[in-house]
């Protein structure tokens, strides 16, 4: 099962650009995950651009992203952290989650969604944050949506798809909770 996450999305293709970016990674388990969030945060600014995220948003691969040297949020985070940990050997899940405040009461103008990665090591899943740099022990504020290897490999290429998905999902899992 680990084994599947270790495959490349066509958003997480391993890229001879990539490859030579993990050749600076020389640290292993947890402290090989805490090099590549430093090289995401220091290597990739974030561009709150109003435009520039309508056009790129769930467009670009991994190594598109890093060749702009800027991300427009946690999905764009999320996607490098993946490619860069997969080649580094370490099996990754893209996280597709949805915030639980927003599935009892959210405006459906305004979706409120996060992408976080699990990482397998030490023989078991842990979940990260790539956005936070962080560790986190369960999924305390998020649903999970779906899980696979990128945005595109679970359906997702832009906002209208997103939104689209979070709608449906969110009006069958209140049905559910209704029976």
């Known amino acids: 099962m680990e084994q599947d996450f270790l495959k490349e999305g ?61 991300t427009t949020g946690c999905t764009d985070i999320a996607l490098v952290f993946i490619v860069l940990a997969r080649a580094k050997g370490i099996p990754t899940k893209y996280v597709e989650a949805i915030r ?15 992408v976080l990665a699990e990482i397998f090591l030490n023989n078991k899943w842990h ?11 369960w999924y305390d504020r998020w649903i999970v949506y779906k899980v696979g290897l990128d945005s595109w490999d679970i359906g997702i290429h832009d906002f209208q798809e997103l939104k689209q998905k979070f709608l449906e999902f969110k009006k069958n899992f209140r049905a559910k909770q209704i029976k």
């Open 100 to 114: 639980n405040k927003w599935m009892e009461a959210g405006d459906e103008d305004c979706i409120n969604g996060h």
């Open 127 to 137: 979940i990260i944050d790539p956005t936070e740099a962080s560790l986190k022990f």
């Open 10 to 70: 066509k958003q997480t293709k391993i890229t001879e650009n990539i490859l030579k970016i993990t050749l600076k990674f020389t640290e292993e388990n947890f402290d090989l995950v805490a090099q590549i969030l430093k090289w995401i945060h220091k290597n990739l600014k974030p561009n709150s651009d109003k435009e520039i995220k309508d056009k790129v948003f769930r467009k670009r691969t991994a190594d598109q992203i890093i060749k702009d040297g800027f």
